[in-house]
């Protein structure tokens, strides 16, 4: 069965940081798009940050450029979105998510993680 699963998230103080892993399960990433998009409550879900297949391009959500990173290890399949100086507004589910091109990055690529939930609160 071809699934993303996510691990990560929890609760964190502003200021703080976070790591969120997704590992492949059942295929490889070595030719996909890596994707992270969040969902606040009472929001739609948005694109958080996006890296290309060779890891040459990366793109943000302007609301976490500087702060966020993603990254991908070709060797596990796993991708990663570091979280660093993080606000409360950063508080949403985040879904990781895969789509089989050098480099697409919307709300409908083909494979998704089951979310977890970040919180950012003193």
């Known amino acids: 069965q071809l699934q993303l699963v996510q691990s990560g998230g929890g609760l964190v103080q502003p200021g703080g940081s976070l790591r969120l892993s997704c590992a492949a399960a059942?295929?490889?990433?070595?030719?996909?798009?890596l994707g992270w998009f969040r969902q606040a409550p009472g929001k739609e879900r948005e694109g958080v940050s996006c890296i290309s297949s060779s890891g040459g391009t990366t793109t943000y959500a302007d609301s976490v450029k500087g702060r966020f990173t993603i990254s991908r290890d070709k060797a596990t399949h796993t991708f990663y979105l570091q979280m660093d100086r993080m606000k409360p507004e950063d508080t949403a589910v985040y879904y990781c998510a895969t789509t089989a091109s050098s480099y697409y990055c919307d709300d409908d690529m083909d494979y998704w993680g089951k979310g977890t939930l970040v919180t950012v609160s003193s």
């Open positions: 059942g295929f490889t990433l070595n030719y996909h798009t």
